[in-house]
């Protein structure tokens, strides 16, 4: 064999493209924009979604190839990228750049082999889950990862070996002292806002709780949107170390994705597939964890008929799942089953649920008693990771921390170190628009539909519009008689307020009847 | 419950948008972009990728949503669409148009279902298929549900349920005569264009053989690829069917995205990831002879240690859910099971195979032996479909069909009334570069991989470049000589050049060996 005298340059390479950013958001998947007439598309042979690897300096990304026909998003000699792709690459516009075929993902064998069902090895996990951080997996790669992952459960051997090679695929966090705590609740109940007073009183005792929060992905707030109502939450890396150090606590996070780059890929696709089997569920939320340097964790699992986990036995199931990884990675784990058959507090949305924090932060006489209550015996659970707390002592401390104000104290110290903002519970800055939802009979809440509602306050506008919700006035086991308003709705805008209160119109999501129906709830404390 | 007095509109509609064709080809997957600052996308809150349902004049489509920064590409009162999707849409540009959040499709349940392991029904399957064909399925969930399919295997009836689902979705012919015949091969085998002979022959039997072909997908040339060196391929609908009327026989189709929508769709996930199940295979064979109106098929099913299939049990189940799958759905299917061990012909690539066939037809010296006996084994297979052959003697008529050459001169008319193409079988306009690949010792060749020839071929730039490929010059059971030519590689250009020989050198797809290690091949005809 030889090399043919018409063979210009050397094997592997291409002809060099001007690099154009692409002013489209293509939302964690990387789009690669090449003319129709692009020499390089011609003689690469690329087929529409095949995927290249893209090098300047040095630098590499894998993309997929989009083909235009308009020489404004590019011309026949650019390569355009999208803004993440972008970005990842990080080269100034005009830089020269090569493209080729990508080379299939090394892991890719064993994505086949889960596919087909096989049980897969520490080092399988390892490997897809650096291809996967490393953006090399397609959203049809990541999706069929994800759903044959799903589909033969993994073995909690496998969930160990996922939750594990998920942790280290990120920065992870040295707190330098133990134990480092933190809280976790599994989701689904609507203003369930524990962190923002388990946080303060933990933190008042002394304890350190580097608290990662998150924005809402499918409910209508999650604990940093809420937070984000009276501080800000989006703080360099090293102001909020700080934060920690000095006040033992914070309820902000920008990290989570430096902390689980893998994780914040995969939500990608399951979020619109609306996964959440076991085994993801419990390597998404350890691996973050342990990433972040927590040393022990609380988590709550919350049960009831519209919760995520809707039966004793399931939530069983989950408890040993948890137990047996958390073991296995070296994690102090606590559980608690909790009741989740209601939203829990009153207000559902950043604004109205930041009105019920610091009223029960405030010992305010309408606080609501079960996020109280709730929060309380949280803490609780939370002080007695001190080897200097006897077990049992932990829900009277917590409860002293809150009486005495020492646990509001803490939180002004924390907003105020992250950046206070103007906030008054008795006045919140609710959206202007409102609907009141009354009950068609007389009789008792006996059924309060947690998906419903946290729809409802969506559709209303929650969390992106803050002042946008439901409020409750009613709860499991009030009495109630014929008009009188069981909630209200707040939304920004109009047409946001006609989606919300056309879906209250279908279903109110509350259930009147005798109150000998109301469920009993079984829970562990 | 009261309208507020601010809403402007009609709940559910969004003010209206300029329709801007964006000239993006986001292969088969509708993209709408929308300005970062778009009232409707601020209002609405739609997130990235979400899913939307664009209005105009009664039609509607679903797009994803692409978030765009450039007013290049669309401006704030504009909805730009991917190529596709304008199609789809089909108005003109600077049409008014409305978006809004798109229902989920009503068969998400029923994928949900599948994901989780379950069985679904007839119903579910007409639903789900129904909802791919119409594009309501982002690449997410498609990819979610060829992988569910694929891992906890489709049983029988479910395959049955599919495949009749994905028949009823589209366009179904009628020939108002019987029988249609149509012969088959799962694939994987390279040169294998049996087609090109056995058409012509049955159709000069008289049989009516509307032979429905594809072009490449993951080989170096599908039958329409090489039919196109000879003649025009892509016809409109009703001038083949005036060709199959007059012809008997045509080796062209423009129209199985029109006979089977959903299985066009399914393939734009099913080819990155290579899945190929047995169910969904059966699915998309079946569902597009029934709706090309073929009353019988004969299924060429070749095994070997290279093809798709490589076991005779594994042949045996496949072969079994075939023709439960046919006779539940009406359709006369003859298997056979033929020896997969090498590539078929001499030629891999359109030009080089298209030589090959040319030369059985017209009987040539050269004439590669392999390709006449198995097109002569499978036209007499299907000649036997005609109640007036008694068994046994197809493939005695079909030798005299074609050594007395009608099945050349049935060929003929069919390219002129195809749209004729100049070619020369004996100087076929090969691509440019070449080089050879030699044996490295002398002994006798005891194995060829099928998948490696068709890598190296498609690297040298099959079937894009027609006159690419690998002509073989020596082939199972040939004795060679260290330094005798295996075979000989045709590129156009000189990086595809490089690619196939950096493949060569890695893996040259042969195997010289001792004449006993030649592996015996046990198959039915």
């Given at each position: 064999?030889?090399?043919?005298?018409?063979?210009?340059?050397?094997?592997?390479?291409?002809?060099?493209?001007?690099?154009?950013?692409?002013?489209?958001?293509?939302?964690?998947?990387?789009?690669?924009?090449?003319?129709?007439?692009?020499?390089?598309?011609?003689?690469?042979?690329?087929?529409?979604?095949?995927?290249?690897?893209?090098?300047?300096?040095?630098?590499?990304?894998?993309?997929?190839?989009?083909?235009?026909?308009?020489?404004?998003?590019?011309?026949?000699?650019?390569?355009?990228?999208?803004?993440?792709?972008?970005?990842?690459?990080?080269?100034?516009?005009?830089?020269?750049?090569?493209?080729?075929?990508?080379?299939?993902?090394?892991?890719?064998?064993?994505?086949?082999?889960?596919?087909?069902?096989?049980?897969?090895?520490?080092?399988?996990?390892?490997?897809?889950?650096?291809?996967?951080?490393?953006?090399?997996?397609?959203?049809?790669?990541?999706?069929?990862?994800?759903?044959?992952?799903?589909?033969?459960?993994?073995?909690?051997?496998?969930?160990?070996?996922?939750?594990?090679?998920?942790?280290?695929?990120?920065?992870?966090?040295?707190?330098?002292?133990?134990?480092?705590?933190?809280?976790?609740?599994?989701?689904?109940?609507?203003?369930?806002?524990?962190?923002?007073?388990?946080?303060?009183?933990?933190?008042?005792?002394?304890?350190?709780?580097?608290?990662?929060?998150?924005?809402?992905?499918?409910?209508?707030?999650?604990?940093?949107?809420?937070?984000?109502?009276?501080?800000?939450?989006?703080?360099?890396?090293?102001?909020?170390?700080?934060?920690?150090?000095?006040?033992?606590?914070?309820?902000?996070?920008?990290?989570?994705?430096?902390?689980?780059?893998?994780?914040?890929?995969?939500?990608?696709?399951?979020?619109?597939?609306?996964?959440?089997?076991?085994?993801?569920?419990?390597?998404?939320?350890?691996?973050?964890?342990?990433?972040?340097?927590?040393?022990?964790?609380?988590?709550?699992?919350?049960?009831?008929?519209?919760?995520?986990?809707?039966?004793?036995?399931?939530?069983?199931?989950?408890?040993?799942?948890?137990?047996?990884?958390?073991?296995?990675?070296?994690?102090?784990?606590?559980?608690?089953?909790?009741?989740?058959?209601?939203?829990?507090?009153?207000?559902?949305?950043?604004?109205?649920?930041?009105?019920?924090?610091?009223?029960?932060?405030?010992?305010?006489?309408?606080?609501?008693?079960?996020?109280?209550?709730?929060?309380?015996?949280?803490?609780?659970?939370?002080?007695?990771?001190?080897?200097?707390?006897?077990?049992?002592?932990?829900?009277?401390?917590?409860?002293?921390?809150?009486?005495?104000?020492?646990?509001?104290?803490?939180?002004?110290?924390?907003?105020?170190?992250?950046?206070?903002?103007?906030?008054?519970?008795?006045?919140?800055?609710?959206?202007?628009?409102?609907?009141?939802?009354?009950?068609?009979?007389?009789?008792?809440?006996?059924?309060?539909?947690?998906?419903?509602?946290?729809?409802?306050?969506?559709?209303?506008?929650?969390?992106?519009?803050?002042?946008?919700?439901?409020?409750?006035?009613?709860?499991?086991?009030?009495?109630?008689?014929?008009?009188?308003v069981l909630y209200r709705v707040y939304a920004a805008f109009p047409t946001e307020m006609e989606f919300a209160r056309q879906s209250c119109e279908r279903a109110s999501g509350f259930q009147i009847g005798d109150a000998a129906a109301l469920p009993s709830v079984f829970v562990e404390f």
């Open positions: 064999m030889k090399a043919p005298e018409s063979a210009a340059q050397p094997p592997g390479t291409s002809p060099l493209l001007v690099l154009r950013r692409v002013g489209i958001d293509t939302y964690k998947e990387n789009v690669a924009y090449l003319h129709r007439d692009c020499a390089v598309y011609r003689a690469e042979g690329f087929q529409a979604l095949s995927k290249v690897e893209v090098r300047a300096n040095g630098r590499r990304i894998l993309a997929s190839v989009n083909v235009v026909d308009d020489v404004c998003i590019v011309a026949a000699g650019e390569l355009g990228l999208s803004e993440d792709a972008f970005a990842q690459l990080a080269m100034e516009e005009g830089h020269s750049v090569s493209v080729s075929q990508a080379e299939p993902p090394l892991s890719i064998p064993a994505l086949h082999r889960k596919i087909a069902g096989e049980r897969l090895t520490h080092d399988d996990f390892r490997h897809i889950v650096q291809d996967i951080a490393e953006h090399r997996y397609s959203k049809i790669e990541l999706t069929a990862f994800v759903v044959a992952c799903n589909q033969s459960e993994l073995d909690r051997e496998e969930v160990f070996f996922l939750s594990d090679a998920m942790s280290r695929v990120g920065r992870k966090l040295d707190w330098r002292e133990h134990p480092v705590v933190d809280k976790h609740c599994i989701g689904g109940i609507p203003g369930n806002r524990t962190s923002m007073l388990v946080v303060p009183i933990v933190a008042a005792h002394g304890m350190l709780c580097p608290k990662t929060s998150s924005r809402a992905i499918t409910s209508p707030a999650g604990t940093a949107d809420t937070m984000e109502v009276l501080a800000r939450v989006e703080l360099p890396f090293e102001q909020l170390t700080e934060i920690v150090r000095a006040h033992r606590g914070c309820l902000a996070w920008g990290g989570t994705s430096d902390l689980s780059p893998a994780d914040d890929v995969l939500i990608a696709v399951e979020r619109p597939l609306s996964i959440d089997s076991p085994g993801q569920m419990v390597a998404s939320i350890l691996s973050k964890k342990i990433a972040a340097g927590s040393t022990h964790l609380l988590l709550d699992i919350p049960i009831g008929p519209t919760a995520k986990v809707r039966s004793m036995p399931e939530a069983q199931r989950l408890r040993r799942l948890f137990e047996f990884v958390a073991a296995r990675m070296g994690l102090a784990l606590d559980v608690v089953i909790t009741d989740g058959r209601q939203p829990i507090g009153n207000g559902i949305g950043p604004v109205l649920e930041a009105r019920d924090v610091m009223r029960v932060l405030e010992n305010h006489p309408d606080a609501p008693n079960d996020l109280r209550q709730k929060s309380l015996r949280l803490a609780g659970r939370m002080l007695e990771f001190d080897p200097d707390v006897r077990g049992g002592d932990g829900f009277a401390i917590a409860r002293d921390i809150l009486d005495s104000g020492r646990a509001l104290e803490k939180m002004r110290d924390i907003i105020a170190a992250q950046g206070i903002k103007a906030f008054d519970p008795e006045s919140p800055p609710l959206a202007p628009l409102s609907f009141e939802v009354k009950a068609p009979t007389t009789g008792t809440v006996i059924g309060i539909d947690n998906l419903q509602l946290a729809r409802i306050a969506r559709q209303a506008g929650a969390p992106r519009a803050q002042g946008a919700g439901v409020d409750l006035l009613a709860k499991l086991g009030s009495p109630v008689r014929s008009g009188d």
